[in-house]
């Protein structure tokens, strides 16, 4: 089945920098989604991005979906911004609506 | 808030219980999922029920026993688990199949 790497695995950051993440596919995708997990467990759905550029905020995302890789762009880190950043995709060539989860980037921000 | 609420928060259960998960979405969507996240492991999808119909279950052991009354209620219906079972178990809704997922807060499972 198809693969999802996700990079860095963790980042540390000072409130205030900006950061990328990345997310590697082995298939073409019909469904990419990026997720936050706070620390209490809580997954809030960050972008519905299978192609394409969007932004929300602080939060970007870019996924070229002919290269197999979508970005997370965080600009201007808070606090708040910490938790596990999770993409998700869904392939075409699979049954069923499954979304395969990475295993995630842990984000810390520091005050 | 997402619109989608889970109960109970927590639960600690004996190997020879039996208990329920429930999860509740107000969203008007079709489609619900269950999902399992084990400690370093990845999310889990568990099943999937659209318009009240099972449409996936991805080889989940018979001690997990699902339900979908309606489009708006999703239950899980839990027997005779094992230690490794212990997780935090998510529900999701969406629209449609393949549209974006909205999560509850999850039930945290711990099963001695």
């Known amino acids: 089945g198809i693969q999802v790497e996700q990079s860095p695995p963790d980042l540390i950051l000072q409130e205030g920098a900006n950061s990328t993440l990345r997310c590697n596919f082995s298939d073409s995708v019909n469904n990419l989604q990026w997720f936050h997990q706070n620390p209490w467990g809580q997954l809030i759905n960050l972008f519905y991005i299978p192609s394409g550029t969007k932004q929300n905020g602080r939060l970007s995302a870019t996924t070229v979906a002919t290269e197999r890789y979508s970005l997370l762009y965080i600009s201007s880190s808070q606090t708040t911004d910490s938790g596990v950043y999770f993409c998700a995709v869904g392939n075409p060539n699979q049954a069923g609506t499954a979304l395969i989860f990475g295993k995630g980037t842990t984000l810390s921000v520091s005050s | 808030e997402t619109g989608v609420t889970q109960t109970p928060r927590h639960l600690v259960m004996g190997m020879t219980n039996k208990k329920s998960l429930k999860c509740e979405q107000h969203?008007?969507?079709?489609?619900m999922y269950w999902y399992k996240q084990s400690a370093k492991k990845p999310l889990e999808l568990m099943f999937v029920?659209?318009?009240?119909?099972?449409?996936e279950n991805n080889s989940v052991p018979s001690r997990f026993s699902p339900e979908c009354p309606n489009s708006s209620h999703l239950f899980l219906h839990l027997h005779t688990l094992q230690p490794e079972d212990s997780a935090l178990y998510l529900c999701a809704s969406s629209q449609e199949e393949r549209e974006t997922q909205y999560f509850g807060p999850g039930t945290r499972l711990l099963v001695l």
């Open positions: 969203l008007g969507h079709n489609a």
């Open positions: 029920y659209s318009l009240e119909e099972r449409v």
